[in-house]
């Protein structure tokens, strides 16, 4: 089905349902119907941020752009929060924004739940887990710059979890490349067919409006956007037929629509099958900081991105959405707020109705948990939540023992398959400076080794006092360190070990492996026995030599 018979489709049918649409919005099903989960995958810079701010102010969140902030501070929207973060316009944090949209036409509100990503490569392995969180995926992609190093690196995450991903290609007010040549390079560099649904109107840089495509490519419509000041409020719209647009923008529109029909002639229409088996990907043309496409982007993800969907548990088999109470930990996180030093749990609900106060099972301690304290967070605010769905995002308070991967259901029990944990290729050995701290040391290597926030890895020969740290990126290096001092109060040091490759082993292996010049086996918190090598020659000759051993390759961040 095409976009626009799926526009037309949904909105017949919520004509179709007349008075009893309200009837069928109470109810589970049409609770999970109306929700949307999905995450914003892109390169740093690209604009994730001036985009959940124009996503914000179109579902009347805020009244004014960069009001929050100031216009100067847009680095630091509504998901920042961290000084570091602060400091180095990065985003560690993962939280979630959730907001009622009303699609044009419809009387249904939808509930969109857009779940922040971690900006930087060097935290893949947090932002693989929210991934495991969401439904679909915005691929914001800078016009002029084109695909960049993490815009592919995320998407191949989305790809290898079957994620389905609309493109947003951002920053059209500013001169770029031509529309065509940018959709050549998502085909061709990641193999998935862009499939526009909106055309630009006016070149990079001239960015006067949108050609709505029809099903087979045809011009449908032209919205025209105005301009307002500092792109602070919403652009208003104006709808026109094609022949006014021909009228009124001329060559400019002649060439969109000539654009449109070549896409057609190369089968680059959209197809929701194909889109929902990661094939192709809607495309958008937009400017978040003009507020240009914003309410086309919300409007294709009510018509065409998945609501919340069945997840197979670790024996395979489906929960559906409709069944009692289950949800999945993707992220833990403590210190969020200097104010409120407690520890957060975040979970994607998976099936049936969460109600605050119900006391679920931890499947992995086979505990009891009560959820008296349930929030949602985003930034510094934080809500109580008395009522959620699946697709929502919810942050448990103090929940100690809950861990990324972790389950929680009611009644039968249930398990979520684990999230995998991904090769580290930077190592340290942290110490405290002084040994007076060495009790909030450890608590504090507790907690951060718990929350995922680095692996952290033993053996015998280095004793306890001073852990080794294993990281994908240094950077999660630098959030243990600013970690330790702010919150522990505990000053720390690292001294940085020369291995750059780890390999999973196993017990019959450790000691004859220990024994190998360039090679150290350690014990990971999760009980996995990992060996270190100082690079790849060193893995190579000791697997040339020792084939007996077992060296299981980790997953890798670039996989
Ligand atoms: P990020 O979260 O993906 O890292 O990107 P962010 O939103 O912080 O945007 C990065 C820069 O790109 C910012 O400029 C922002 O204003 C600009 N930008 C975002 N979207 C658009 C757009 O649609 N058009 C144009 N022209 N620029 C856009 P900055 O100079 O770093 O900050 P600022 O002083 O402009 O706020």
């Not at 926030?453 to 360190?481: H, K, Y």
Request: with cysteine.
């Amino acid at each position: 089905m095409t976009s626009s018979e799926e526009l037309a489709d949904s909105s017949t049918s919520r004509e179709a349902a007349g008075d009893s649409s309200q009837a069928a919005r109470k109810g589970l099903p049409a609770e999970v119907a109306r929700r949307r989960t999905f995450a914003v995958i892109s390169h740093p810079d690209a604009g994730k941020s001036t985009l959940t701010e124009a996503l914000a102010l179109h579902a009347r969140m805020i009244s004014e752009a960069g009001a929050i902030h100031g216009k100067a501070g847009r680095k630091s929207t509504v998901s920042d929060w961290m000084e570091m973060e602060k400091a180095r316009g990065i985003s560690v944090s993962s939280t979630a924004l959730q907001f009622n949209y009303r699609a044009a036409g419809s009387d249904i509100d939808h509930v969109i739940n857009l779940v922040d990503t971690p900006g930087h490569s060097d935290f893949s392995e947090d932002t693989y887990r929210v991934l495991t969180a969401v439904d679909a995926a915005v691929m914001l992609i800078d016009a002029a710059k084109g695909l960049e190093p993490q815009t592919l690196k995320l998407f191949q995450v989305c790809r290898h979890r079957g994620i389905p991903v609309i493109t947003v290609i951002n920053k059209w007010d500013r001169p770029g490349q031509a529309p065509l040549e940018l959709l050549d390079e998502i085909s061709e560099r990641i193999g998935l067919t862009p499939t526009p649904l909106f055309l630009p109107v006016g070149i990079a840089g001239d960015f006067r409006g949108l050609l709505r495509r029809g099903p087979e490519g045809e011009a449908e419509e032209y919205i025209h956007f105005t301009r307002t000041a500092g792109g602070a409020t919403i652009a208003p719209e104006e709808s026109l037929t094609p022949d006014e647009a021909e009228a009124r923008e001329g060559e400019a529109w002649a060439t969109a629509a000539e654009e449109s029909e070549l896409l057609s002639a190369t089968g680059q229409d959209h197809d929701q099958e194909m889109f929902l088996a990661g094939q192709t990907s809607p495309v958008i043309y937009a400017s978040a900081m003009l507020n240009f496409g914003v309410r086309q982007l919300l409007e294709t993800l009510v018509a065409l991105a998945p609501a919340p969907g069945p997840r197979a548990d670790v024996n395979g088999t489906a929960r559906a959405t409709t069944d009692p109470f289950s949800a999945v930990i993707f992220k833990v996180q403590a210190g969020m707020d200097t104010a409120h030093r407690d520890r957060l749990a975040f979970m994607r609900i998976v099936s049936g109705e969460f109600e605050r106060g119900m006391v679920v099972t931890h499947a992995q301690t086979g505990r009891p948990f009560a959820t008296k304290y349930a929030l949602t967070v985003f930034g510094r605010d934080r809500t109580t939540v008395d009522t959620a769905y699946p697709g929502d995002v919810v942050g448990l308070v103090n929940a100690t023992a809950l861990a990324p991967g972790h389950t929680l259901y009611v009644d039968k029990k249930v398990e979520f398959p684990p999230i995998p944990s991904f090769a580290p290729e930077h190592f340290a050995v942290l110490r405290a400076q002084s040994a007076g701290k060495y009790k909030q040391f450890r608590k504090a290597i507790d907690q951060l080794d718990s929350e995922g926030v680095v692996q952290v890895l033993r053996n015998d020969a280095r004793g306890d006092a001073s852990p080794v740290l294993a990281a994908v990126g240094p950077m999660q290096f630098e959030v243990v360190t600013a970690r330790m001092l702010g919150e522990y109060n505990v000053e720390t040091h690292l001294d940085f070990l020369p291995y750059t490759i780890a390999r999973r082993t196993d017990a019959a292996s450790a000691d004859e492996l220990g024994r190998q010049r360039g090679v150290e086996v350690f014990t990971r918190s999760d009980g996995v026995l990992l060996a270190l090598f100082s690079d790849k020659w060193r893995l190579q000759y000791i697997e040339k030599e020792m084939p007996k051993m077992t060296l299981e390759p980790l997953v890798a961040a670039a996989d």
